[in-house]
């Protein structure tokens, strides 16, 4: 059963990856998938996540609605000795009204797959050492927690997904939109820093590049937690580095993300969807003030290193020899990257779009195969 739910589990991410490829392929003709971060970033040990969720209120943010079921989310029993077992006879799931209460985290356990695999946690590995977790990295977990009305629940899923791997940028480990549930304590206290700096963001102009996330007027407030409707309602005909001003703002305390109202130069409105940042934010080209490191995939600015000519290669959706890689990452979206011969790079959008980089950075070709 756990081995099936791991197996589905990795189809939709994979699944969601092509279907952002190929939305765009029949947009464009020269298909950049969902951004790839060039590194991997580093993965999260069982120590390091039990550090940050045990005994912790959590956010629920991933589970449908199933015949009024909340899904993913199984009824379970702990026995005086501390262990659990499965609540068969409270149903398949939770109900769905404790979708928007805030459990505590009671244990968290690294998971035995479907009987293939047994925890590794107090094995010894080949060097005879006795393996804690601190050494075991991004496992399959079961995250066990209690409503306030005494109901006990288990969400078994992996460590980067729960934390929110599966969408990566440059230079940055996450999105943070997948991510399956966070602490409470991180949404209270971005709130309050929210809340004393939002209204000053008014009046203030971003800039929008390839991935940055913009969608029409019809955005409901859950949209943008769902893979699947982000694609599907995202648009991607508003002018890239054209000047837009914020001409609203509003919190969305539930789901811990800001959404804008922004204004283009022909007084066209889109709405745009971010989530404030803890961390640096200046190496994606914004500076680590309020805006900053609340606007996602803006920029606060017409990055100054862009040429002219870069520009407006941006603003067309083009690329040319000479281009620098950061300027195509603006134009046609981040992406998978490999080594290519002499120092360079090659970036590959879709399967069957390639742009060769030089040692230096700058563009030297691209070509399209098979299409």
């Known amino acids: 059963m756990c081995s099936k739910k791991l197996f589905v589990k990795i189809f939709i991410v994979l699944s969601c990856y092509l279907l952002s490829s190929n939305l765009h392929a029949q947009q464009h003709g020269n298909p950049p998938p969902f951004p790839a971060s060039k590194a991997e970033p580093k993965e999260m040990t069982l120590r390091e996540f039990r550090r940050i969720y045990l005994n912790q209120r959590i956010l629920i943010l991933k589970g449908q609605d199933v015949g009024g079921s909340l899904s993913e989310w199984q009824p379970v029993t702990m026995a005086k000795d501390g262990m659990f077992t499965n609540n068969y006879d409270a149903g398949t799931y939770i109900s769905l009204k404790y979708k928007d209460q805030t459990p505590k985290v009671l244990a968290i356990r690294e998971h035995a797959v479907g009987g293939t695999e047994t925890p590794t946690e107090g094995k010894t590995n080949a060097f005879g050492e006795t393996i804690t977790d601190a050494d ?15 109901q006990q629940a288990k969400y078994a899923s992996i460590v980067s997904l729960i934390v929110d791997r599966s969408v990566k940028w440059e230079n940055r480990g996450t999105d943070y939109w997948d991510m399956e549930f966070m602490p409470v304590s991180t949404r209270d206290a971005h709130a309050e820093i929210v809340k004393h700096n939002l209204q000053g963001t008014i009046g203030k102009k971003v800039y929008a590049v390839y991935s940055s996330l913009l969608f029409g007027a019809d955005l409901s407030p859950d949209d943008p937690t769902d893979f699947l409707r982000r694609i599907q309602k995202r648009i991607k005909d508003v002018p890239l580095l054209s000047p837009m001003t914020i001409v609203a703002a509003k919190y969305i305390e539930r789901y811990d993300f800001i959404l804008w109202k922004l204004q283009l130069d022909s007084g066209r409105e889109v709405i745009g969807a971010s989530r404030y940042r803890d961390e640096d934010v200046s190496a994606n080209g914004n500076d680590n003030s309020f805006l900053g490191r609340s606007i996602g995939t803006l920029l606060l600015n017409v990055p100054p290193n862009l040429t002219a000519p870069e520009i407006a290669a941006i603003s067309a959706r083009e690329i040319f020899r ?50």
């Open 136 to 150: 075991i990295v991004d496992p399959f977990v079961e995250v066990f927690v209690q409503f306030d009305d005494g």
């Open 322 to 371: 000479g281009m620098s890689r950061r300027a195509v990452i603006y134009s046609w979206g981040m992406t998978t990257e490999n080594d290519y011969g002499k120092g360079g790079k090659q970036l590959v959008y879709g399967d069957n779009q390639f742009v060769y980089l030089d040692n230096e950075g700058k563009v030297t070709d691209w070509q399209s195969v098979g299409r």
